[in-house]
């Protein structure tokens, strides 16, 4: 071999890594800004009726049961009261009980408290304040004030009515667990994981 093809094969080698180089160069520079735009929250989250979650099934004929939700917020959230995100139509001084159902379990489904002598229900601001006695309850409250629209949520009916949220907690009441369908038991950590998953709850 030359001289001078050996310089030449050279010269085009060292063209070829830089170009490999300039290449990965603008694409490390931009992945971050691309990343950036594909998670936007505004995008919001596909989310699927509680006995279609279970599959995840987005094929046309499942379009009736899929739905996007944006905008959700968490409990913490909604522990500003006066200031917060709650909705004009269910304020926090709303009663929890009857609208969600009283269970028999005085830590986990029953929240009442003592006024003038008389056993009434906390408030909805009360209730998901408290913290200490599970999580279920504050999750789907917090589910229940973003499909009445607070802090401007969306969750459309085709995934989750208000009567399915409160479906939820009746079960979950008054057996200890809410069942998508017969075969299927969901407890604590299951219906959070429900909420959590689908957006409508963040």
Known sequence: MTEQKIETETAQGSAGKNGRRRFFGVG?????????????????????????????NTSITQASRIGNCSGAKSAINYLQL???????????????????RQGTTDNKTKFVKTVNTQVVSKTMGEVIAINSNGEVHRHLLAAYLNKKGGGGASIPNIVLTETAILTIWSEYAQNGFYAPFATVKWYDAEIINYLKSNGIVS
Not at 84 to 100: E, I, R
């Open 28 to 56: 490390a520079a931009t992945a971050p800004f691309l990343l950036t735009l594909v998670s936007q929250p505004a995008l919001g989250v596909t989310c699927f009726t509680p006995s279609r979650s279970l599959s995840k």
């Open 82 to 100: 006066t200031n917060g995100p709650w909705p004009a139509s269910v304020p926090h001084t709303t009663l929890f009980h009857p609208l969600f």
